[in-house]
């Protein structure tokens, strides 16, 4: 049973943007605190973003912080990562996951209820 599904990953040049999307079930969307994930090569998953369930609410990883922005529509039961100046070393896989912790999303590293299955950002120089 999918939950969670990534989409618009792509290769990029350094300095420009892309826009990920993951859509998921209603049922997910209208009780769960949504998150950004990402995994580079050969290091562990690492928290990026998170956006509480009315969208009032955000928090970033430091790395990212002032470049991308998460956002999500309800209505449409899907989270948004707008990525702008991206680096080189933003190369990766990237996860949306779903959880009912909102505040400690950046914690708790893998344990969260629900995860896509990844979509890649490979970013060139």
């Known amino acids: 049973q999918v939950q969670l599904v990534e989409s618009g990953g792509g290769l990029v040049q350094a300095g420009g943007s892309l826009r990920l999307s993951c859509a998921g079930s209603?049922?997910?969307?209208?009780?769960?605190?949504m998150g950004w994930f990402r995994q580079a090569p050969g290091k562990e998953r690492e928290f990026v973003a998170a956006?509480?369930?009315?969208?009032?609410?955000?928090y970033y990883a430091d790395s990212v912080k002032g470049r991308f922005t998460i956002s999500r529509d309800n209505a449409k039961n899907t989270v948004y990562l707008q990525m702008n100046s991206l680096k080189i070393e933003d190369t990766a896989v990237y996860y949306c996951?779903?959880?009912?912790?909102?505040?400690?999303?950046?914690?708790?590293?893998?344990?969260?209820?629900?995860w896509g299955k990844g979509t890649l950002v490979t970013v060139s120089s």
């Open positions: 996951a779903a959880d009912g912790l909102f505040v400690t999303m950046d914690r708790r590293g893998d344990d969260m209820d629900y």
């Open positions: 209603e049922h997910i969307f209208s009780r769960y605190a």
């Open positions: 956006v509480s369930w009315s969208g009032g609410s955000t």
